[in-house]
Structures are given as C-alpha cells and as structure tokens.
C-alpha cells in the first residue's frame, strides 16, 4: 500500500503554504543548482516523475519542450497542477511512480524532484527509465541526501535551551523505512545510501555527468530564518545523467 500523505487535508494546506508552493521554482532553494544541469528542452518530450504542483513541466514547456507528462499519486497535487501549470503541450496523471508504463524510448528526458525518497526500490526504478528513454537522452533527478535520512527524525539534537547542536546519522549502512517528522505530520520515506543511488545510475546504462550536493545562498541565506544551518550538514542530492 503507497503512502500518500499529500492527499490528506492538514498535511497538503501545510505543504501548499511551503515558499516552494507559493512561489514556485524560485521559491526552491536547491532550483539555482538544479537549473545549471538541466539539459536543453528544445524540442524534447519530457517525463516528470512525481511532478507535484508541476512547476518543471511548466519550465520545460516555457523552455521549448515539444510536450511534458507529469505524474504523481496525489490527487490534490494534480488538481492543482493542472489549475497553476496547465498548458496544451501538458499532459497530468495521477498514478503512483511504481505503475507507470515506460514505453522503450519514448522520452527524451525524464526529470524528478525530490520524489526518490518515498519509493523503496531505486535500482529497477533506473532500469525502467533507461528503457524508456530515446538515444543520448537526459535522466536528472533530486532527493534527500542519504546523511539527511540515515538516522531517520530528520531533526537535530539540541541542548536544555533548545540551540541546534548536531545532525544525527546513524544506521547509515541499513537501508529501508524511516518515520520522519514533516510539517508536523509523520512521513514514511526510505533511506538509501550514497552508493545505492550513484550504482544505480550507473548500473542501469547512465554515465553520471554531474553530481551536486547543493548549498543555499543569495536571499535565501539573508531573508529565511534558521537557513544558515542548513549549511551544517547536506540536506539535498541533484543526480544529471545520460543515456550511453
């Protein structure tokens, strides 16, 4: 059974308050980075996995994509794709990620935000979307980083007057389910290494073309409270790849 979180009442008016849902792809603050390995949409078919308020399609579309298809399992988070982001060139689904049909070399490039993470298995996930690209086409993708979900809480520790002193990783080598704490509502995400992603990658066909853990900076540093700690420990993984 797929969790879906996002479909229930608190927990999506809580996301749809987040700077990412409101302002979209600049209210990301990992977007300046993930925008830098994105391959050029002109003319390409693309596939956003996990799509959720669809703000990549939109992007690739605005960018000369000849089509995109978004997919993601939250009915609200369709519903509201399809009312901010909706384009003739768009196409929305909601399905799970495990059940979408990879058609062979369909897409020229299949893109996924921050969606990884609440999947168990990654490595046939890769081996799908291999198949399912054309020749030389561009597989990128963001999840959290394997030291934020190690231990789990995804929280800190903090001393008797509530000041953050450390980031907790532990059981890093044990892979599988996690209980988080997010937007006040417990998440199951799945915990995969480093190597679990990086292997997988490659494992399925890909040469990895950039690999970024990337930092926040600019406004979000200077406006954001509590920002500057996210420069304590990585809280993102961007993965570009390419079809051999």
């Known amino acids: 059974m797929k969790e879906n979180k996002y479909d229930e009442e608190c927990f999506f008016n809580q ?19 993930l925008k830098a390995v994105l391959p ?52 929305y689904r909601c399905m799970a990620i495990e059940d979408f049909d990879f058609e062979p ?13 609440y999947l168990e298995s990654f490595e046939d996930l890769c081996r799908k979307i291999y198949g399912g690209l054309t020749r030389h086409g561009n597989f990128v993708f963001s999840v959290e980083h394997p030291v934020f ?17 450390h980031w907790p990783v532990d059981r890093y080598f044990a892979e599988g389910k996690r209980t988080a704490r ?16 990086v292997r997988g990658v490659i494992g399925a066909g890909f040469e990895i073309t950039d690999l970024v853990e990337p930092e926040p900076e600019g406004t ?23 079809k051999k």
């Open 15 to 33: 996301y749809s308050q987040m700077l990412r849902s409101l302002e979209g792809l600049k209210g990301a603050g990992e977007w300046p980075v």
């Open 40 to 91: 050029d949409f002109q003319g390409k078919r693309v596939l956003d996995l996990g799509c959720g308020f669809g703000w990549h399609c939109r992007y690739a579309i605005e960018h000369g994509a000849l089509s995109a298809v978004g997919i993601d399992l939250s009915e609200k988070m369709i519903k509201e794709a399809k009312k901010r982001n909706a384009f003739p060139q768009i196409e």
């Open 149 to 165: 979900t190690a231990y789990g809480s995804q929280d800190w520790y903090y001393n008797e007057q509530g000041e953050r002193l």
């Open 220 to 242: 979000f540093l200077e406006t954001i409270p509590d920002m500057k700690d996210e420069l304590r420990r990585p809280m993102m993984l961007i993965v570009a790849a390419v």
């Open 182 to 197: 997010f937007l006040g509502e417990e998440v199951i995400k799945y915990h995969k290494t480093l190597t679990t992603y």
């Open 105 to 117: 070399e369909t897409y020229d490039i299949v893109l996924s935000s921050l969606a990884f993470h």
